[in-house]
């Protein structure tokens, strides 16, 4: 009795737990952005530990320069875009996987970009400012919430069994694990949309030519051959998202070129793989 009672609490939650997406979007909310940030930095904290003891956070100088003035202008942008975003702790990290073509953005803006695209995309930094502009528009939009969301509806034992327990500790340790799935899981088709859509735009407002969105898809798609990188691994497919974002080229055109001397914003580059 008990347990159908849990259960009914919880689909009743299901159904209002609703949110509004950037581009208007109805989205799943089971988890609050403060608790998927929160959740995110325990996860990424725990995750570069491991791979900074592994050596293989990069080091070198010239790529993080590079990724540092290509990230602070679109951090800047975003803060722009939306302002309750200044209080995030953004960084980033670059991970020396030659094989892993991916980047990503946790909730609270820690990112990371992989030496596989580097190596094997070759982007030049309009095309690197897509693949990281794309990446921060998941954490505009809140997707990191929207799937630990999506993932505890799936799963509503676990949840109930969260519920019911009265240890802090664990549920925190539940959730980090849950951020760090989410890295992981594919998003939506939706939700890839609205990332490319704000990408593009906030990589425009940043001074990158938004017709390198194009480009970088005809490359990633180029890439994977007969097995696709983790980049790929959602719809839409590499030529439909490059035809969209050929589409959205001309309307960012005019902040492209208004971007004439475009802000920058302190972001934390290689702090982990050059602390200790």
Avoid at 246 to 274: C, D, F, H, I, W
Wanted: proline fraction near 6%.
């Amino acid at each position: 009795m008990l347990r159908k009672i849990t259960m009914l609490v919880i689909t009743a939650v299901v159904m209002v737990a609703c949110a509004t997406s950037p581009t208007g979007r109805r989205q799943l909310m089971l988890v609050s952005e403060d608790q998927a940030i929160s959740a995110s930095k325990q996860a990424y904290v725990q995750d570069m530990s491991k791979l900074k003891a592994e050596g293989k956070l990069v080091t070198d100088p010239r790529l993080l320069d590079r990724v540092e003035r290509i990230t602070e202008r679109l951090v800047a942008q975003a803060v722009i875009m939306r302002p309750a975003s200044a209080r995030w702790d953004w960084s980033v990290e670059v991970i020396d996987e030659p094989k892993t073509v991916n980047a990503w953005c946790m909730a609270g803006g820690r990112m990371a970009v992989y030496t596989g695209l580097i190596l094997k995309v070759d982007p030049t930094d309009d095309e690197l400012a897509q693949v990281m502009g794309h990446e921060i528009g998941h954490a505009l939009a809140n997707h990191t919430a929207e799937k630990m969301s999506v993932s505890m509806a799936s799963q509503l034992g676990v949840v109930a069994a969260g519920i019911a327990s009265d240890k802090p500790g664990q549920t925190m340790a539940m959730a980090a694990a849950a951020a760090a799935l989410a890295v992981s899981l594919p998003n939506s088709r939706a939700a890839e949309a609205e990332a490319d859509r704000i990408g593009i735009e906030l990589a425009a407002k940043a001074g990158y030519d938004p017709r390198a969105a194009a480009t970088l898809w005809q490359k990633m798609g180029a890439v994977g051959g007969s097995a696709p990188p983790a980049f790929l691994s959602t719809h839409p497919g590499p030529e439909q998202r490059q035809q969209k974002l050929a589409q959205l080229a001309p309307k960012m055109q005019p902040y492209y070129a208004a971007a004439t001397n475009p802000p920058s914003r302190p972001v934390r580059v290689g702090a982990e793989a050059r602390s200790g």
